[in-house]
């Protein structure tokens, strides 16, 4: 096929993108994004100070932009993100213990009732683990309410949407290292206790060459071999050229040869549109030329 996200449905995955809601209406960006995507993750407007800027009273219309933008395209939509410690409003900076807890489980209960039979998968819990060698959780106001607290939000966001996957998504856990065996653990704890979890996101945040890594495709099947399926959420690639191409192409191969990895999506459309533009980590140019890390891609699949 002749589009990321044609040719990926010929294996049975998605190829989706991160969408901007102000960007919607930029017609170069729009063209892109309906001719070669399938899949569309909000990139910000359904975080937690997007959705309820005040507590408990919720804020949707951005969110909603995109979300109809997506239906109306036939393209299919990853929530992101319904707990993290980044982006929360400060009303919820300044809440700790039961009452941050409560309003935790209020905040996922009506976004994900908000989007209820919209979404294919809710990344329920963000970066909840700490980087370096120790694998365990990260500091945060959130760990701080107990260390149950990300089952809870898996358990909160089952009930409020039992159709969508429940994934839990994280960075720097792209290889077998010291964090993802960290998060490797709590999900084969969560499936012999049955708490709620049906998918695990790599962001994949990467550079060429290192630290993308052999043991790249090894890490998403020990993780499928938990009953899980996988999902590349968020790929940036830094660099440009061959180099660059390369890396892409090794990351579709590797979810391509992991019967359980069934998507992948690109953190943005242009360079221009990146989180790390100077990177130029994406697959169309400022232009929204295709790049040859865009042709290695499609070839790829
Ligand atoms: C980034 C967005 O791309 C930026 O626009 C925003 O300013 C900060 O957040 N991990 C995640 C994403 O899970 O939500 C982040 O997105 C990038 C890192």
């Known amino acids: 096929a002749t589009t990321l996200g044609a040719s990926a449905q010929a294996t049975g995955r998605y190829f989706g993108t991160a969408v901007a809601a102000y960007k919607l209406s930029d017609s170069v960006y729009s063209t892109i994004l309906d001719r070669e995507f399938d899949m569309v993750t909000p990139e910000n407007e359904m975080k937690w100070d997007a959705t309820e800027p005040v507590q408990n009273s919720f804020s949707y219309g951005s969110a909603d932009q995109i979300v109809n933008h997506a239906l109306a395209h036939n393209q299919r939509v990853r929530g992101h993100a319904l707990a993290w410690h980044q982006q929360q409003p400060s009303w919820a900076q300044s809440l700790s213990g039961t009452a941050l807890r409560n309003a935790m489980v209020n905040h996922i209960t009506n976004v994900a009732t908000h989007y209820k039979g919209k979404i294919y998968s809710w990344d329920v819990v963000n970066e909840a683990f700490a980087d370096g060698g120790g694998g365990g959780r990260r500091d945060s106001s959130l ?47 969560f499936k012999a206790r049955g708490v709620p979890i049906d998918c695990v996101g790599f962001q994949s945040h990467l550079n060429s060459g290192s630290p993308y890594t052999a043991d790249y495709q090894a890490n998403l099947q020990r993780f499928a071999d938990l009953g899980v399926d996988v999902q590349i959420t968020e790929l ?20 391509l040869a992991v019967t359980r990895c069934n998507g992948i999506t690109v953190w943005g459309i242009r360079d221009s549109d990146s989180w790390r533009a100077s990177d130029t980590p994406l697959l169309f140019d400022n232009s929204g030329n295709k790049k040859a890390a865009y042709t290695s891609a499609l070839d790829a699949l």
């Open 143 to 189: 760990q701080r309410t107990g260390n149950d607290w990300i089952e809870v939000a898996f358990q909160t966001a089952r009930a409020a949407d039992p159709g969508a996957k429940l994934c839990y998504n994280d960075y720097n856990t792209d290889g077998v290292n010291a964090k993802s065996t960290g998060v490797y653990n709590m999900v084969k704890d």
């Open 236 to 255: 940036d690639i830094a660099g440009s050229g061959s180099a660059q191409a390369t890396t892409y192409a090794n990351v579709v191969k590797s979810c």
